[in-house]
């Protein structure tokens, strides 16, 4: 019951809705999101039954941030990312495989 509340938590202080596949990221969502006030980032994926979705969370000035793969202005945002020192480039792979297996790494996080 406590893991249900706290995904349930995470997804109210989120921007998008985690179901819709029409999310965009909005184009102010950098401005609101200095690289300076970012703590963490974690990617993982979400088994969608026939394929999976990799996700972000972005941990920042105390909320979780959500975004997906199949957000318009992904590729921008993962650009955007990039420029955290010691952000771990090579996330993607570390995610992705094996298919259809629980699978999280932090990108980043602030010390």
């Not at 406590?2 to 401005?31: C, K």
């Not at 993982?44 to 969370?57: A, G, M, V």
């Not at 590729?75 to 010691?86: A, H, I, N, S, W």
């Amino acid at each position: 019951m406590a893991m249900w509340r706290d995904g349930l938590s995470r997804l109210r202080t989120a921007w998008a809705n985690v179901g819709s596949r029409r999310d965009r990221i909005p184009s102010d969502v950098l401005e609101q999101l200095p690289l300076a006030d970012i703590q963490k980032v974690t990617f993982y994926k979400r088994d969608e039954l026939t394929t999976d979705l990799i996700c972000c969370d972005v941990d920042a000035r105390g909320q979780t941030w959500f975004f997906h793969e199949e957000a318009e202005g992904w590729e921008e945002f993962l650009r955007y990312l990039e420029r955290l020192p010691t952000f771990r480039k090579d996330w993607y792979e570390a995610v992705v495989h094996p298919p259809f297996a629980a699978s999280e790494l932090v990108a980043f996080e602030r010390r």
